[in-house]
């Protein structure tokens, strides 16, 4: 009677832990789906959204050209041959800053309308006003101004560059070291600058379609931020839950061990 009282408090309690396992679980996994195989991948459609330039940005205009090296340089802020510091400070001293009106000033060019151009259009722009001054020369604009803050229950929150014309809401989170084990991947909000305002959704990194929405891309000055989670006792459950099961196993083997005593 004994022995089958101690399995049965046992095989409870083992479901107990189990159970409370696997719904902490699915807590940290990232984009769940079941129907992902290891065998074929599976295909995502999504729309990768054009930035278009707008007021505050800064792009760098870089002006090259192998027959008129020298006259190539007046348009450039810093010599053409010059590498970029990445320095926050240097990109704006050495870009050019698109003011209220959504123009940009260059050297011999002028004013240009920049606003709501993607940045291969701007750079098509300032490449047809160029060829009027300078032979076979060859304009490139960068947006340098692509900044991101992740805020929240991360690793690393603050404000971060990306290098780069796109970027994804998981690289960003890459950038501030990944959600802290408080961090609550059902409720992260993104905030983004829009010409009316800002917006602001609401993602949760374990449902996988937001591989497909077009939040799953980062635009210049989002800013990101992880919810803690709710309760931080429903975390510590299941350390709790093995610590119990770990005494109450102890017990039972003592008790079964002086009950086989008792019996001899």
Known sequence: ???????????????????????????????????????????????????????????????????????????????????????????????YSIDETGKITLPILGELMVKD?????????????????????????????????????????????????QATLPEGLGLAGDLSENGNRRRIKLIRQVPTGSEVVMIDLTNPSILKSKYYYLMPNDVIYVEPLKAQSKRLNATNISIVLSALTTAILVLNYFQDDNNN
Do not use: H
């Not at 006003?129 to 929150?157: C, D, H, W």
């Open 1 to 95: 009677m004994v022995k089958f009282k101690v399995k049965r408090l046992l095989l409870v309690g083992t479901l107990i832990f189990l159970c409370s396992s696997c719904y902490y679980n699915k807590r940290w996994v990232y984009f769940q789906d079941n129907t992902y195989s290891e065998s074929r991948p599976t295909q995502i459609r999504n729309e990768i959204p054009l930035y278009r330039l707008r007021p505050n940005d800064i792009i760098s205009v870089k002006v090259k050209s192998s027959t008129e090296a020298s006259v190539t340089d007046i348009f450039n802020i810093a010599p053409a041959n010059t590498v970029m510091n990445m320095d926050a400070g240097n990109m704006y001293l050495q870009g």
């Open 117 to 165: 151009l993607t940045l291969s259009e701007a750079q098509d722009l300032i490449q047809n006003n160029t060829n009027k001054f300078v032979n076979n020369a060859t304009v490139i604009v960068k947006l340098v101004s692509f900044k991101i803050t992740v805020l929240g229950e991360v690793n690393r929150p603050g404000y971060m560059y990306v290098f780069n014309n």
